[in-house]
Nanobody
Framework: QVQLVESGGGLVQAGGALRLSCTASRIIVGIRAMGWYRQAPGKQRELVATITSSGTTNYADSVKGRFTISRDSAKNTVYLQMNSLKPGDTAVYYC??????????WGQGTQVTVSS
């Protein structure tokens, strides 16, 4: 069983920055994509950013230009650099890994709170 462990969340003032990390408990073969999602209270979980095995990235419009997703394949780790944070970015952030063939793994989530 693969476990994804997120870290880096916390409380930050508006305009500040945080860097989230997500590391798999073991090597995952056949990764199709890695990504970050978030869920704010009372809202559905939404995509924040994804990165494919070839390095192609995709971002939600609300974070373009502020967030950057990257990965270290050797460490099975995906990062999310979040700059110019806004109160609207407050949510629980989850990482996800999709394998070729359809299997998907989720992390347990890390809280990000942005104060105004």
């Amino acid at each position: 069983q693969v476990q994804l462990v997120e870290s880096g969340g916390g409380l930050v003032q508006a305009g500040g920055a945080l860097r989230l990390s997500c590391t798999a408990s073991r090597i995952i073969v056949g990764i199709r994509a890695m990504g970050w999602y978030r869920q704010a209270p009372g809202k559905q979980r939404e995509l924040v950013a994804t990165i494919t095995s070839s390095g192609t990235t995709n971002y939600a419009d609300s974070v373009k230009g502020r967030f950057t997703i990257s990965r270290d394949s050797a460490k099975n780790t995906v990062y999310l650099q979040m700059n110019s944070l806004k109160p609207g970015d407050t949510a629980v952030y989850y990482c996800r890994v999709d394998q070729v063939g359809g299997a998907a793994y989720w992390g347990q989530g890390t809280q990000v709170t942005v104060s105004s």
